[in-house]
DNA sequence: TTTGAAATGATAGTATTACTATTATTAAAA
DNA sequence: TTTTAATAATAGTAATACTATCATTTCAAA
């Protein structure tokens, strides 16, 4: 049996769907692949389209812009996210086992082919790692959230803070813990590799001290009740 | 009296010295306030020299280009708030004192007129806020680091690393405790400001709420000390 | 006072980027 | 079969991120 995995995206991020032709998929594939080699800055829709084997004027039929282009693989991350947690989540009990679960599933390269096997997702996790920020630290924030393009990010958030308040009812700051492990899960990684100064795991030395470090960080808050 | 500070900056960082020159310090006073209010993306040399006074090549002869412009401020930033950090921490005794003026350095607008007045500290804090992780999150982040581009962050990482372990040395993640708190402090201001469902403080609620975060957040790592 | 070097101004030019526009061709649906 | 939609091919534009050249000013040493 084979499931296949189809995410319903915002129609504003895109002026023609890309998962309605192979061209689009191809352009979305490549697209991954060819930011995660060049960065964002250098990608241009031009070289996507040589790679591609189209030209600059179709890629521009199905997004407005490489901003745009990059919105929609960012949002797209976050709701295949949002769907591994749920699927690997839901046969577990208890909150603690759960929350472990999607540490474990934010902070490494995920091996689970749910999804499609199509997609780079190696390429993946990191044009996530590089480029997240950039998606909403510019000066059209307030318009693109009014779009609700970052509402991907901000459901998986707000799951998270969820299972943080299951786990205790009483700590206040549930969303910002979640958002600070989001971005933080992807940061440190950034940093493991880059700027390991900034960290206490040498560049790849203990493989899953980000994970205990994590961990270690929302449970100490989540248990530590007392007021301050 | 009137004390002038100066903070050596990395030689590598400009062409020529911004500081030995009105011309070079209206530069970078100027692009702090115009970066603030176009966003790096938008903000050109051509703007800059326009508002300046001066040509497009003038501004070449300081700064091999934008990106440099902004390791330059995001560098001094650091350094400034290195210099605040032990300004302001060397009266209090016990670390515990310590980590808290830090966390309130950091989390707010910082009122004090240390390094100068000619600076617009307002349009710093939030150029730093909006693209702090530009400055590292691009393919040169090897090359840079290797010319010390980011020594002053890292400086005050494992200051603030320190201060961590005065307190509790048995803590082994001062250093990514620290990191994810310079981050953060900025993060979460930007979330509260701009994507407020990504935080439990409204827009401008509670004014302290973040530093209330903050503060509960890193206390409890450091005063959790079971192993996980 | 002259000389010379350094800094700046004025102006031009280039390759690339991020698009927009137009027309021709091909493929798929009615 | 006709129509429509999608794509290819090509061209063009304004802006960006520079580089280059040469003239002018400044200011200090000889």
Redesign the pocket.
């Known amino acids: 049996m084979e499931l296949q995995l189809r995410i319903k995206m915002n129609e504003n991020l895109y002026l023609?769907d890309p998962e309605?032709?192979?061209?689009?998929r191809r352009i979305v594939r490549e697209a991954i692949k060819m930011i995660d080699t060049l960065g964002f800055?250098?990608?241009?829709?031009?070289?996507l389209a040589e790679t591609v084997?189209?030209?600059?004027?179709?890629v521009?039929?199905?997004f407005?812009?490489?901003?745009r282009l990059l919105l929609y693989i960012i949002a797209w991350y976050w709701a295949w996210m949002e769907y591994l947690v749920v699927y690997h989540i839901n046969n577990l009990d208890g909150a603690e086992k759960r929350i472990k679960k999607v540490i474990e599933l934010l902070s490494g390269h995920i091996k689970d082919n749910i999804g499609g096997d199509e997609l780079d997702k190696t390429a993946l996790f990191n044009v996530v790692m590089w480029e997240v920020n950039k998606v909403y630290l510019t000066k059209e924030v307030g318009a693109d959230n009014q779009l609700k393009f970052f509402k991907p990010y901000k459901d998986l958030c707000a799951r998270i803070a969820g299972l943080f308040t299951d786990y205790n009812p009483k700590y206040t700051y549930s969303h910002s813990l979640a958002s600070t492990l989001l971005e933080m899960a992807h940061l440190q990684h950034f940093f493991m590799q880059h700027l390991p100064a900034l960290t206490d795991y040498g560049k790849g030395k203990k493989p899953n001290a980000l994970r205990t470090f994590l961990e270690h960080l929302v449970f100490s808050a989540l248990n530590d009740t007392k007021a301050r």
């Open positions: 023609r309605s032709s192979e061209l689009g800055e250098d990608f241009t829709f031009k070289k084997g189209t030209t600059e004027a179709s521009y039929r199905y407005e812009n490489k901003h």
